[in-house]
Every structure is written in C-alpha cells, then in structure tokens.
C-alpha cells in the first residue's frame, strides 16, 4: 500500500524553536507509527503544511487508495491575499480561515491531521520527526515520527531579513493571521500612546510614523491599507494627533512593484504621492533598532541616513526554512538557494518526496538544457543558425512548455529576454540567423535575470492541483505503464510536466482604487478593478462560509467603517 503524506508548517513559536535547532537529538523512544500498522493495503501519503499548495493538493485528492496524513502547526488555512485587509480590520481574522479538518471530513479519502511541525525530514528511511505545536496542550512536548511512502513538502517560507541587524527584534512581518492581528493592535496602540498627555510633539511624530520596508505587492497593498484606514476611520477618532501622522515606503529598487508593468509602477508611485504617502526609492535598510531605521541612501553614494520610527513592517520577500536547508544539504543540493525539482514536482534527487508552493522551484538548469534541444530541433538543416521564422518557433515553443518564460513572456521582464536575444551579433546584425552558440549566450543571460516562478499563491495552488490530480492516476499508469500518458520517451515520468497558467495579478493601492495586470499584458487600473478584485477575491474563498464572512466584513465597513478597538 501507499502512503501519502503532507506536511505544513506555520510561524508559531514551536516553529520558530524548531528551526532554528534543525540539528537538535530527537527522542529516539518516540513512537513510531508505521504505515503497515495502520492499514498494510494502502499507501501512506504525508503532506507537510495547509497552506495554498497542501491544501489545494489536499482538496483535490480523490484516489481512497491512500492514507493522508496531514501534518501542521496550524489546523487552518489562511486566505493570505487579505491579510493586508485584516491589518487594518477592513475584514476580520476569522473571516479568511478554514479550519482543516473541514476540509478534510468531506473527502472520500482516509485523511489524518496533526497539528505539529516537522523538524527533520530522514529521506533515506522515508520517515519525519515531529514535534506538536507549542501553543497546544500538549504543550509542545510531545515527539513523534511518522514514515511515509511519499511525502509531500509544501512548508511555505519564511521570511528574508538579509541577516540586517535588528529587524527580527523590531520589525513586524506579515505572513500569518497572527502577524495581522499583532500589526493591528499596533497600530492602535501607537495612536493611544501619541495621545498621552505627557508625550512631547517630537516624540509624537516618531510614533505615528509608520515605515514599510519592501516596495513589493505586499509592502505596498499594506501601505495602502493603513493609509485609508488612518484616513477614513482614525483621523476621526484622534483629531488631535491626525496631521502627524506619516507613512514612509522603503524600497532599495528604482521604483516599487517593480514586477508589474511599467504603467502600474508609475501609476502607484503618482498616487501615493497625492496620498502623501512618503515613497524612497534607493534606500536600503541596514540596521533597524528599537527607534530608528538606518538606510544607505543608494542615489546618494552610499549616504548612511536614519528614519525615527514608531512600527515598521518588514516585507522584502522570502528564504528557505532551516529544516528545509538540512534536507536539502541530506539529498545533494547543499549550494542550493531553495530545494530544486523537476518538472514534475520531485525533489532531484529524492524519488519519493515531492515539494510544491514557495518552498520549492523548478531546476533552471534542466530547463536551459531543454531550451538548448528545442533549438537545435528546430535546426532542422544541422547549420547551427535559424531563420527568423524558425527562430519564433523556437520562441513559441519555449513558452508554451516552459512555464517560468511564459510568466516573463506576458510581463514586462520578457520584454527583456527578447531585447536579450535581438542583442545577440546575427539578430542585431539583421541577419536573420541566429547562430546557436549565441542563442546559448543569450539564454544564459536570459537565465541569470529569469528567476523562479513567483512564489504566489496561484502557483502554489496550480501545483497542488496537479499533484493531486497525479496521485489520483499513480495506481492506473503503475499498472499500465506504456500507456498514453507516458511524455517523453526517456522515461522520466508517467505524467506530462507542470505547465503554470498565469491568471493575472492585482495591486490594490486604496481609495477604492487596484491595478490589475491580466493575461496578454492587458492593465486595468482604478474603481473598476477594485471591482473584479472583491468579485475575484470573493470567489477564491475556499467554501461558502468565507465568502459570507468576507462579504459581510466589507459591507459592515462601508456602513459603519473599521473597528479601532484594541482587543
Ligand atoms: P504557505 O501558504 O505559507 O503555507 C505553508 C504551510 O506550511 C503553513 O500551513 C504552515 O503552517 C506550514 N508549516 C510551516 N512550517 C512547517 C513545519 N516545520 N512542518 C509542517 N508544516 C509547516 N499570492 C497570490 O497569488 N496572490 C496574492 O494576492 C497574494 N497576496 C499575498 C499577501 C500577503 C500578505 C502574503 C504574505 C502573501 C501573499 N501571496 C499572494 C503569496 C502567497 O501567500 C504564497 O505564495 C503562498 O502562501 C505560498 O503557499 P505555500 O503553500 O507554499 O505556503
């Protein structure tokens, strides 16, 4: 029989422990449960995390010819795209929740949850050591291990600090429910402490100045957020501190939400300045204490400037997990920046493990090597060059197959591949022939630009689809193994290879204004995007009880606005 099994991790402080000891002496009494003890006619299938990926690989399974055991420290999935809503109470913590166990009663499949994080994951004898949440009553105690036929790695990642002094001590992050709740007293709590009779002006001002460190879509849909709520709730209830309010947006680029299209740059830039929110462009943080944020000041020569602040969100993006830098050292990919897979979601090097979501990427260099064998393919003639139309050819069937080009074809980082590759001598020459070792040059350059898919949501999510929907055929196409589902002739896989579709991606930026950016390179900005955003974010609720809640959070918050208790 088979196992499958998924495990997820969140941020609380068990996590935190754990991964910070990856190396730490598990118990070696902890009980084992092996997967013949619990049935000996099923695979045994464990899924570590309910995040996007697990969850949406968990809600597709449908094969009963496996036990799932689902692993992680928090029993709920979190609808992250509103966080930022729920930072500012536009919309309530619980609203965006599902409790796993929901989801997993109305599958047909055997489906076990534990909530606990995985500390060492042993890939040569298919078994993970855990141990139960901190926060739970089991108060944190508790080791287990658990053996897997398969296993499925969808952890997430956490945050990036570039090791920059001070910010895990002083900054507040915003991955979890619990990080939007903690941002939200904050807030709160920054205005009451303003409005003390004692607090002098200048101290005043540097508690109502908010920093955002991160010109990402996060850092800027945060931004946004707080502006409106200062604006439309606060500076109602706190008239006396309202005009010392101050917004900064750190970001050490040229210019925020640098991977939209150039239009929706400029037009959030444009706006924030009327909203006076303070954007600095070439700043980069290098030290933040309890007070202060300290910036190299990039256009300036490297000027050292600091910023007096009263809370600082940090949001630049994510890293790899420790216990996912010990496996990955265990299976060979110890130079690795973040655990490699193949095309078809398995761990290099690890046949039976699987990693999808923002824990995980596809192996660039495969996929170069493939692009090389499409291109010399298409030289059907074996000269070493091809003509303009076959040169397009090429193009097209890259992107078709590949979907990390696809997603720069419909941005505008394509746009730089293809100046790239018009760059290379025979193109820009006007030959019309592009030979292959300058095709190779190019791509490489292409590669060093061309980074992972996006660690979104929506590729999480596609990725657990399409492992699911493996899993669903694994028995069919192991007992017929030459049938048509074979891909390639080499033998690589019974499956056809991950494709990502993209679907488009907004920027919510206040004032009942979003920009969307959807297939084909097709920008939306302003109240009508707002629009589809509420209509598309409402759909993607994972079952009829968000959509209620979400739906009854924003209306309450046109009729009566946001709630500024602090509790
Ligand atoms: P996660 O969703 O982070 O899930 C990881 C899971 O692993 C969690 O359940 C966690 O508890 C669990 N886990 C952690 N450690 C362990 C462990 N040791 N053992 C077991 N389990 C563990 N994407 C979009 O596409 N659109 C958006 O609009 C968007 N907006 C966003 C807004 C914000 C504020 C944030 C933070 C992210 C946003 N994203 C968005 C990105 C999206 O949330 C992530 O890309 C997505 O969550 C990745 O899914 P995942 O399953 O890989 O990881």
Redo the contacts with the bound molecule.
């Keep these: 029989p088979k196992v499958l099994v998924v495990?997820?991790?969140?941020?609380c402080g068990l996590?935190a422990y754990?991964?910070a000891n990856p190396e730490r002496k598990l118990v070696s009494s902890a009980p084992v449960l092996t997967s013949a003890e619990v049935d000996n006619k099923k695979k045994k299938v464990v899924v570590?995390?309910?995040?996007?990926?697990?969850?949406s690989f968990l809600r597709n399974l449908k094969n009963p010819d496996y036990e799932v055991h689902v692993?992680?420290?928090?029993n709920y999935?979190?609808f992250?795209?509103l966080?930022?809503s729920v930072t500012c109470g536009t919309v309530e913590a619980r609203s965006i929740v599902e409790p796993i166990r929901n989801i997993a009663r109305k599958k047909t499949v055997d489906v076990q949850f534990s909530e606990?994080?995985?500390?060492k994951i042993d890939a040569v004898n298919q078994k993970i050591y855990?141990r139960s949440n901190v926060e739970n009553n089991l108060n944190g105690q508790e080791e287990f291990v658990v053996d897997y036929d398969y296993l499925i790695v969808?952890?997430?990642?956490n945050v990036n600090t570039f090791n920059t002094p001070g910010v895990v001590e002083n900054c507040h992050f915003?991955?979890e429910v619990e990080d939007a709740q903690k941002i939200r007293r904050t807030v709160i709590d920054c205005f009451e402490r303003a409005s003390l009779p004692a607090v002098s002006d200048e101290e005043k001002k540097r508690i109502l100045h908010f920093a955002i460190v991160g010109g990402g879509?996060?850092g800027v849909?945060?931004a946004a957020a707080l502006h409106d709520f200062v604006n439309e709730d606060l500076v109602k209830l706190y008239p006396r501190v309202k005009d010392l309010v101050k917004i900064t947006l750190l970001e050490a680029g040229d210019h925020i939400l640098n991977m939209f299209d150039k239009r929706i740059t400029a037009f959030a830039e444009e706006k924030f300045q009327r909203d006076g929110i303070n954007v600095k462009t070439g700043s980069m943080v290098v030290k933040v204490t309890e007070k202060e944020i300290f910036t190299k000041e990039l256009k300036n020569g490297g000027e050292v400037s600091t910023i007096p602040y009263g809370m600082a969100l940090w949001s630049t993006g994510v890293g790899t997990?420790p216990?996912i830098k010990d496996f990955m050292s265990q299976v060979g990919q110890a130079n690795r920046r973040v655990l490699a897979t193949d095309e078809w979601l398995r761990v290099e090097g690890c046949d039976k493990v699987y990693a999808?979501?923002?824990?995980a990427t596809i192996n660039q260099r495969k996929v170069m090597e493939d692009i090389a064998a499409i291109f010399r393919k298409a030289d059907k003639d074996n000269s070493g060059t091809l003509t303009v139309e076959e040169y397009k050819a090429v193009i097209n069937d890259i992107c078709e197959r590949y979907p990390q080009v696809q997603v720069y074809l419909k941005s505008k980082q394509m746009k730089n591949m293809v100046d790239l590759l018009k760059e290379t001598p025979d193109v820009s020459k006007g030959s019309a022939e592009l030979n292959i070792e300058d095709f190779k040059t190019a791509l490489s350059n292409v590669d060093s630009q061309m980074k992972n898919l996006p660690?979104?949501?929506?590729?999480?999510a596609q990725q657990?689809v399409y492992l699911a929907k493996c899993f669903n055929r694994m028995e069919d196409c192991e007992k017929n193994p030459e049938g048509p589902l074979r891909f390639r002739g080499e033998g690589r896989h019974r499956f056809r290879p991950f494709r990502y579709k993209h679907l488009g991606?907004?920027a919510p930026l206040g004032g009942e204004q979003t920009a969307a950016q959807l297939p084909g390179d097709w920008v939306s900005i302003g109240h009508s995007s707002q629009w589809l955003w509420y209509s598309v974010y409402t759909s993607k609720q994972v079952s009829w009880r968000n959509r209620a809640l979400v739906v009854t959070d924003w209306v309450r918050r046109f009729i009566w606005g946001r709630d500024s208790s602090r509790i």
Excluded: M, N, Y
Excluded at 48 to 55: N, R, S
Excluded at 356 to 359: A, Q, R, T
């Design positions: 495990v997820a991790v969140s941020g996590l754990a991964e570590l995390g309910t995040g996007w990926a697990g969850t692993i992680s420290p928090r999935f979190a992250t795209p966080l930022p606990a994080a995985c500390l855990c969808a952890v997430g990642a915003l991955k879509p996060t849909e945060f997990r216990f999808i979501g923002d824990c660690a979104t949501g929506q590729v999480a657990g991606q907004f």
